[in-house]
């Protein structure tokens, strides 16, 4: 096989292996400059094979796929988002500053946290217009404070223009995060961009941040990267995960705990 169709099917298995691929990446890796990668690209593209992204590539079949609206998402695993959600505001203390991210596990979260009786001058920052709603019968007990932005219609979230800025002159206690692919390799990833920029923002904005995550999300790498996993103080997910997957992201150092829905 001549080099050029032999590294191009190389370019294609790794872009197929990893979900997205760099293009700065596969330069190093093939040793070849990234303006060769560029054209491999764009050969294979043309084949139908992969589809060109800023900054690299993805599979076709991964473009593809659909993002799913908060109200199909939020009654998917339901009763394991439930246990996630009530661990998670169980991390949470009176006094303490939060920003809650947009998603159905941190709307869990939400209705979680106003459950809590005992929390009083609590601040909660989000960027999730159905989040806020939710933690609207915790006022006065909370400040809730919504970033502003472009609306999203699917998951009702807020992003840039404006949402970055705002985050950007916070400094808070504690984030709580959904993510629609977590990996021990690619880290933590979502399948939207623009949901993608505000996320690391968040994770950027506190002194600390938990992951929320359901199982299924386990072992998925997507489109945007959030943030390595070192970034993140810990994953709570539900006891039904992979547990390769699990003792995949324990062996990164990520400290990962279970939950059991509730019987």
Known sequence: MDAVPQRRERVASLVAGRGFARVVDLARELRVSEVT???????????GRITRVHGGAMPRSVVAERESSLEQSRTKLARAKAAIAERAAARVRSGQSIVLDVGSTTLAVAQALVARTDLDELVVVTNGLAVALALEPGIPRFTVVVTGGTLRPLQHSLVDPLASPMLEGLRVDLAIVGATGVHADHG???VNLPEADVKRRIVASASESILVADGSKLGQAHLGL????????????DAAAPTDQVDALRATGLRVTLVRPRS
């Open 226 to 237: 959030v943030a390595p996993l070192g970034a993140i103080g810990e994953l709570i997910t």
């Open 188 to 190: 933590i990833t979502n």
């Open 37 to 47: 990668v560029r054209t491999d690209l764009a050969a294979l593209e043309t084949e």
